[in-house]
């Protein structure tokens, strides 16, 4: 997919059109279509110079990739703009493929399903912030509400104000006022979409030292988010050139970024800030799949792709799940689609050294881009798996992920860590035996029952790592049964 925005132009490649895509390859280039377009009524010429070859570079390295599909699609600056059409003329007969100019509606609505691809209970306002537009949606438990399409783009507001702030503010308060459903925002959740946006976190992840480097699902409180903004809103040139975390074509956008989210989040009165890396590329592939396939947890999907795509001998999620369900009798169902893909994820780095597979696994679901999480959650998921590979829990490689955990989430991740790590040493990651094995209580006995035709009989690492699991679920007694 190739979206051509009023800032950027970027070619993401997916591998295949389903509930959790991966990404196989992502490039953008920052052109500045919608530069100078509110004066001028016509994209930039300089950016026409720089969108034009590099949209056939995409082009032809994802056909030399052998995508089966290549989508075109383009936005605010080319919709606007009076040369728009001759823009897209141009670049049809010099790619071969058709560009697909979405409405303000259009965008806006394929933004809000992609915060609700990757964020199902999503309820609040989301807000994709371009070049040229700021889309507007509401979002009820993942459901797509009222929207709006407002002229507030950085690049617009830049040309349109210069560095008058109080101009700028003025012009966004007053595109704010004639939004009534706005106030609907009050005390729920605001979804930011955009580069712009997405750099604001990041920003605030590296000056508050977050143990966790993941944007999305990064959230912090409506007052936090409004200090955030209304400093960087107010820096000037050479301030912003200190701020090395971003991208020099992107701090450009930053200040006029940063004072629309401020004033928007006075407006709305929303009580949290919740970043998304899902937007209108992935909304455009979710609106495609049938309505089974957007049921599906994104969470879960991508937790059983790997699974299957990494595990020795396939995904042993499910199974893995059945065998300990015993030790947890009262989770809810949060608590329990966790704990499935933890499951899921237990054997990711059975290839790695021994010395490292437990640091390595960590990592990974620490970083891996998941959706349909949160960052309790995936540290969670990290931390079980951790313990799974046999580290101790209060392993100092483990503390960016125990920082984000109550006790007791502490506490269920070690019985869990635990369980799979007898189970794994009792079924050496065969079906066949989680299917004829597993565990039973009956009071404060621990029961391990073994296939009962002798044929997998237990060994001494079998009853050391069934001790350990007695220890963490507090067992008085353990017993082994055939």
């Known amino acids: 997919m190739v979206d051509i925005g009023s800032n950027s132009i970027r070619l993401v490649v997916f591998d295949g059109v389903k509930r959790a895509p991966a990404t196989v390859f992502n490039e953008k280039v920052l052109c500045g279509l919608g ?27 994802a056909r030399a990739m052998g995508v089966g599909r290549i989508d075109l699609i383009a936005t605010a600056a080319v919709r606007e703009a009076s040369d728009g059409d001759a823009f897209r003329q141009a670049v049809e007969q010099q790619c071969g493929q058709p560009i697909r100019i979405l409405s303000g509606e259009e965008e806006a609505e394929l933004s809000a399903l992609g915060v609700i691809a990757g964020n199902p209970r999503a309820d ?11 889309e507007l949606v509401e ?27 109080q101009k700028a503010r003025r012009l966004i308060d007053k595109a704010f006022d004639k939004v009534g459903w706005l106030s609907e925002g009050k ?22 030292r977050y143990p966790l480097h993941a944007i999305h699902g990064h959230t912090i409180v409506s007052d936090e988010a409004i200090a955030l903004t209304r400093g960087i809103s107010r820096l000037g040139k050479s301030s912003l050139s200190g701020i090395q975390q971003v991208s020099r074509r992107r701090r450009e956008t930053l200040p006029m970024g940063s004072l629309v989210l401020s004033r928007l989040l006075r407006k709305a009165q929303c009580s949290q800030v919740t970043f998304s890396t899902y ?28 699974a299957e795509r990494e595990g020795r001998f396939g995904g042993l999620g499910e199974g893995l799940m059945g065998w300990c369900d015993s030790l947890f009798p009262d989770e809810d169902e949060e608590e329990r689609r966790l ?29 891996y881009p998941l959706v349909g999480i949160d960052h309790p959650g995936r540290a969670f998921i990290a931390y079980t798996v951790f313990l799974r590979y046999g580290e101790s829990p209060n392993a100092k490689e483990a503390a960016q992920a125990g920082a984000l955990l109550s006790d007791r989430w502490k506490a269920r991740a070690a019985l869990l860590g635990a369980a799979l790590r007898l189970a794994y040493r009792v079924s050496g990651a065969t079906r066949w035996v989680l299917d004829h094995s597993g565990l039973s209580i009956d009071g404060k006995v621990l029961t391990l029952k073994l296939p009962d035709d002798g044929s997998v009989p237990d060994g001494e ?16 007694d353990t017993r082994i049964v055939v």
């Open 339 to 367: 704990r499935l893909a933890a499951c899921h994820l237990s054997d990711l780095t059975w290839r790695e050294h021994p010395d490292f597979r437990a640091i390595q696994a960590l990592r990974r679901i620490l970083q």
């Open 461 to 476: 690492a079998v009853q050391r790592r069934f001790k350990t699991l007695a220890q963490a679920g507090g067992f008085q």
């Open 187 to 208: 005390g729920r959740s605001f979804y930011p979409v955009g580069g712009t946006w997405r750099n604001l976190a990041r920003l605030h992840i590296e000056q508050h």
């Open 124 to 134: 609040g306002i989301m807000g994709d912030l371009g070049g040229g537009s700021l």
């Open 35 to 61: 530069r100078g377009l509110q004066s001028s009524g016509r994209l930039s010429p300089e950016g026409v110079a720089m969108a034009v070859p590099n949209l056939v570079r995409f082009t032809s390295l």
């Open 139 to 165: 979002v009820n438990h993942g459901k797509v509400g009222r929207s709006t399409t407002l002229a507030l783009g950085p690049l617009r507001l830049m040309e349109g104000c210069g560095d008058d702030r």
């Open 279 to 306: 937007g209108l590329r992935e909304g455009y592939l979710y609106q495609q799949l049938s309505e089974e396939a957007q049921a599906e947890d994104p969470l879960l999907s991508a937790a059983a792709e790997i």
